[in-house]
């Protein structure tokens, strides 16, 4: 079933994403485009049922004032505004609140409930067949929720045709190289090729302290390596990406600042010889779980914690030296370990230790330290686009420091992120 859209203009709201969140959950598909975005595209998937003009505090562009171009009032669909004046001598439809925004939808618009979990399937699957035919696709499959649902989608729709690569860039959790070869090679049976590049990406990431710019070199240096794996094999025409709107979202678009880069928005070399795939671009976090246990994935996987495609790479701030790598490795196990057996992994959306590029005095054995620091964080989000942070227990982090600070060689220091995004991220890089 063609799904019926509200497509939301973006001139200068914070609150695009929370909109666009807002209709899906009344069961009508809506998607977020730029202000002076051509009225053609609107129309290009999906049955453009209505258009809302979303302002804000972001009222220019390179000192230019924000306007939409005068040919989306002839398409002939009721024309909403939120968060701006009403466009002189156009008729709009004021949207001050969730009421009048729920009437303009269904009764304005006439739009339909279409939007599911179920219909988003099957339409991506049908798209997914037309557009690779009997083509092949390598997918960068790290194991966690994002990449393992587009490996499902992929699977669903062109079989043997996919092949899955994992690679062990050095930046991974304990254990997780393990659990992925027995997860999709073992249990799975997918085509699962296997590449050790930890020295490669460790060598290239040396003497580079930037988030921004560590990002980029294991964004790129991941594609480089699937263009490499592409090579061994025949007839690989696309890579297909885990990419979610709030990577998108988070990238930055013409009115909103960029919070950060994503490795699989705006990392890719110019130099690209696949077509891109991102079946699930345009979905968030929860719809993205959603979909991951209608295409009957295991619910440990669909519930897996989410992990950055840098991996601890963002979470080793600074340079990433090998010592403290593994500082970061070996607290991040003790941290899951013990909130598995508290139970507090059912409630707590994310978790990590982080270590920074710096050390304190302590006191060890009688005597002077200087040690790193571990900071953990553990954060409750719906859609990644805000979190709060969990409450944890006093006990609970009395435990986690004496383990830490007893079982993990260099660090005679724990502390607890208690800020939530905003002001910060849920990353710290």
Not at 35 to 63: M, Q
Request: hydrophobic share 40%; glycine share 10%; net charge neutral.
């Amino acid at each position: 079933m063609k799904q019926n859209k509200i497509a939301i203009l973006d001139l200068g709201s914070e609150d695009n994403s929370v909109l666009a969140r807002k209709i899906r959950a009344m069961g009508v598909y809506s998607e977020i485009y730029s202000y002076d975005v051509d009225p053609a595209e609107l129309t290009k998937s999906g049955e453009l049922k209505g258009i809302i003009l979303s302002g804000g505090a972001n009222t220019t562009v390179d000192g230019q004032p924000l306007s939409v171009n005068p040919e989306i009032f002839t398409l002939g669909v009721p024309v909403g505004v939120r968060g701006m004046d009403p466009v002189e001598g156009r008729k709009v439809f004021s949207l001050k609140n969730p009421d009048k925004i729920r009437k303009f939808v269904f009764e304005r618009c006439g739009a339909i409930v279409t939007w599911n979990i179920f219909n988003f399937i099957e339409e991506k699957i049908s798209e997914l067949k037309q557009e690779i035919g009997n083509e092949k696709v390598i997918l960068a499959l790290s194991g966690g929720v994002d990449s393992s649902v587009v490996a499902a989608l992929l699977y669903k729709a062109i079989g043997s045709n996919l092949t899955c690569v994992h690679v062990n860039h050095g930046l991974l959790r304990k254990g997780e190289p393990e659990q992925v070869i027995e997860v999709f090679g073992n249990q799975f049976g997918t085509n699962l090729v296997y590449v050790d590049a930890q020295e490669r990406f460790l060598s290239k990431l040396k003497g580079v302290s930037d988030p921004e710019e560590k990002r980029k070199i294991i964004g790129a240096e991941f594609i480089r390596v699937f263009e490499e794996e592409a090579r061994k094999l025949e007839g690989i025409s696309f890579l297909a990406q885990g990419t979610i709107y709030p990577d998108i979202v988070e990238s930055g678009t013409k009115t909103a600042k960029k919070v950060k880069s994503h490795h699989n928005v705006g990392g890719l070399p110019d130099d690209l010889n696949f077509k891109l795939i991102e079946p699930l671009k345009y979905l968030f976090k929860d719809e993205v779980r959603a979909c991951g246990k209608a295409l009957g994935l295991p619910t440990g996987m669909i519930n897996r914690q989410p992990f950055p495609g840098p991996g601890l790479g963002v979470r080793c701030l600074g340079e990433i030296t090998p010592e403290r790598l593994e500082i970061v490795r070996e607290s991040d196990a003790i941290l899951r370990e013990e909130f598995s057996n508290l139970g507090l992994d059912r409630r707590v959306w994310q978790y990590f230790t982080v270590v920074p590029d710096f050390k304190s005095t302590g006191v060890r054995d009688g005597g002077r330290s200087y040690e790193y620091p571990v900071i953990i964080r553990a954060v409750n989000t719906v859609d990644a686009m805000t979190a709060t942070v969990e409450p944890l227990d006093y006990k609970v982090l009395a435990r986690l420091t004496e383990r830490i600070t007893t079982e993990v060689k260099g660090v005679n220091r724990v502390v607890y992120d208690v800020t939530p995004k905003p002001v910060a991220t849920i990353e710290w890089e």
